[in-house]
């Protein structure tokens, strides 16, 4: 499976981005697909997940009530609405794909990243 992240920018304190994250073939209806971001320095850590193997989508406490995950099957797309930016949500963000039954914390498939760069 290929995926391919884009949407990041430039963005003031409390503003919003919309990231989007392109996958091939039946994608999401096939895997699990999530949200990462790696800051300067950092480890890359998960931001969100959705599969259809569970109820509802997953977060990371750091962004929730901020950001929503949503997918398309029809455009075999995945989306990351993020609202009220913060300057520590500055990062690098991928999107991963899961294997049927396996965690969307830990893809088995990665795309590129797309750099989000919050001013404060």
């Known amino acids: 499976v290929q995926l391919q992240a884009s949407g990041g920018g430039l963005v003031q304190a409390g503003g919003s981005l919309r990231l989007s994250c392109a996958a091939s073939?039946?994608?999401?209806?096939?895997?699990?697909m999530g949200w990462f971001r790696q800051a300067t320095g950092k480890e890359r850590e998960f931001v969100a997940g959705?599969?259809?193997?569970?109820?509802?989508?997953l977060y990371a406490e750091s962004v929730r009530g901020r950001f929503t995950i949503s997918g398309e099957s029809a455009k075999n797309a995945v989306f990351l609405q993020m609202n009220s930016l913060k300057p520590e949500d500055t990062a690098v963000y991928y999107c991963?794909?899961?294997?049927?039954?396996?965690?969307?914390?830990?893809?088995?498939?990665w795309g590129s990243g797309t750099l989000v760069t919050v001013s404060s």
């Open positions: 991963g794909a899961s294997n049927a039954g396996e965690p969307v914390t830990r893809p088995n498939y």
């Open positions: 073939g039946r994608t999401f209806s096939r895997y699990g």
């Open positions: 959705i599969s259809r193997t569970i109820s509802s989508p």
